[in-house]
């Protein structure tokens, strides 16, 4: 068995899916395992999309996702005929928690009119869309 702590070390170059796999294959008489878990961030499990905050909304409303593997991620927003109205993130993401928040303009920065606006999360593999509305 291997000294926790040269673990703990070795993950300092390696990243948190590093310690979490191998957190497990140490002992070193001193310390148990559980004192290391506090170290691990908790990732999320799969992909997840939540209801924005508030909604309905003006001026703005907070949209919180979930991303459980390194990915391109897209968050962006239509009206109701499916149009795009704007794109508020569209880039990789490592595993984590996410938040963005829509100020209610377009991609050119301009207000849009009251209404009922869907916001759509794409990664490979996972794709959801979600139902919101902006009252002025």
Request: net charge positive; glycine share 10%.
């Amino acid at each position: 068995m291997r000294h926790c702590d040269d673990l703990v070390k070795e993950y300092q170059g390696k990243g948190h899916q590093y310690l979490a796999e191998n957190i497990g294959r140490c002992d070193d008489g001193r310390k148990g395992q559980d004192e290391y878990q506090g170290m691990l961030p908790v990732f999320p499990q799969e992909f997840a999309l939540y209801q924005n905050y508030p909604n309905p909304f003006n001026p703005a409303t907070v949209i919180r996702y979930e991303v459980a593997t390194a990915g391109d991620v897209k968050i962006r927003i239509y009206n109701v005929r499916g149009a795009l109205v704007t794109t508020l993130y569209d880039g990789h993401r490592k595993p984590g928690r996410y938040e963005v928040v829509w100020n209610g303009q377009n991609r050119r920065g301009e207000p849009v009119s009251s209404g009922v606006y869907f916001y759509r999360m794409e990664t490979p593999g996972f794709v959801e869309t979600r139902k919101m509305v902006l009252l002025r």
